[in-house]
């Protein structure tokens, strides 16, 4: 599976960008989230941004869950499969486009819940932003969508070839849609995590969701760690449900974060929450820490488009500007991990740090 492994090797990335003095320490040493995989470089969700993102050094990488049809878990970001397979190309399928409300927003496509496992393992990935990502397009066609079980098989014979401890980072995507539709995950999520022997709160393993109930739901289930997710702007999809805060900036607060200290180990923050726009950060790091949760943000990437200007280099969207030198920022506010794109660079400004 990983025959050979790249070593971890220094980036020589030079750019030196102002950087805010240390203002807060992490909790815990910060870790690098394959987000999606190595999914810079390969099709986001599959074994080969996966596997790559583990010979780059990650610590753990990070499969978004939906359900088939027949209920097995599987690595896509939505159940809506229209924008990261070749399904629409199939002939075979064209009766299974159908317009579906999730939460509360209409998406018209092709849907995991609509497809057995047999039928997704005849799709092929394709990348979902091949106008900033033309080199991970080239793989197009070639890769199928790993299910769960094979992403934790993975993750254990990442461990035993490299002798680190590869974690995986499970999001339970749109869980209270699955609820509505007889599919809850939360209870299924837990057994398989069991089966493998991930069970423990020193288990290689986070469970992240954006909703606020299902994590609830989770704590009374499992000792594996929980994180709440948090956007820059809106609400988790179960706002106001069974006292649910209405909006992710509540959850910011230092009232809101203490709520959270009750049933989660940590955040998952769009990096805009912890990021003043000047090089500053927000007191959520420090707030999140005095209320004993870890603080890991989402998401930084390489390419122009997702670079605050100061790291940009040129202004080509797709051209890559210095997202080591981001991260290290993100380091110097305390962070205790990150989600990245790109393993490789963020391995590098960890190294580049210590
Ligand atoms: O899970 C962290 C980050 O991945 C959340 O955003 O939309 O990429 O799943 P998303
Ligand atoms: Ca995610």
Redesign the pocket.
């Known amino acids: 599976m990983l025959a050979t492994l790249a070593p971890v090797h220094a980036s020589g990335q030079t750019g030196a960008m102002t950087s805010p003095a240390a203002v807060e320490k992490p909790l815990s040493p910060p870790i690098v989230?394959a987000?999606?995989g190595a999914s810079g470089l390969r099709p986001e969700h599959t074994i080969a941004a996966y596997r790559l993102a583990i010979e780059q050094g990650a610590d753990f990488i990070?499969p978004?869950l939906v359900l088939t049809k027949d209920n097995v878990f599987i690595a896509r970001?939505e159940n809506d499969i229209t924008g990261t397979t070749d399904v629409s190309t199939r002939p075979e399928f064209a009766g299974r486009k159908t317009t579906k409300t999730i939460d509360g927003a209409s998406h018209t496509g092709w849907f995991t819940e609509d497809f057995t496992l047999r039928e997704i393992k005849t799709l092929r990935a394709k990348e979902r932003l091949p106008q900033f990502r033309p080199e991970s397009a080239t793989y197009d066609g070639r890769f199928e969508i790993p299910t769960l079980a094979e992403v934790i098989a993975l993750a254990k014979e990442g461990s035993r070839l490299t002798g680190r401890t590869i974690g995986i980072?499970p999001?339970t995507?749109h869980p209270s849609y699955f609820q509505s539709i007889g599919k809850p995950m939360e209870a299924k999520l837990v057994a398989e995590l069991k089966k493998v022997g991930w069970d423990s709160a020193d288990a290689p393993v986070f469970i992240?969701s954006?909703e606020v109930n299902n994590l609830k739901a989770l704590k009374g289930m499992t000792k594996v760690r929980l994180?709440q997710?948090m956007?820059a702007a809106g609400g988790p999809a179960d706002a106001g449900k069974n006292s649910a805060p209405t909006s992710y900036a509540a959850m910011a607060t230092p009232e809101g974060l203490r709520a959270i200290a009750t049933y989660a180990y940590g955040i998952?923050p769009?990096k805009n929450v912890i990021w003043d726009g000047k090089l500053n950060p927000t007191s959520v790091v420090a707030n999140a820490h005095a209320a004993g949760l870890r603080v890991?943000p989402?998401?930084f990437r390489a390419e122009n488009a997702f670079l605050p200007a100061v790291y940009r280099s040129g202004t080509d969207p797709a051209t890559h500007g210095d997202i080591t030198a981001e991260i290290q920022a993100y380091l110097k506010f305390g962070v205790d991990g990150f989600?990245t794109d790109f393993p490789l660079q963020g391995v590098n400004a960890l190294k580049a740090a210590k």
């Open positions: 989230i987000h999606r990070e978004d970001h980072y999001e995507k992240q954006f994180i997710l956007d998952g769009n890991h989402w998401t989600f």
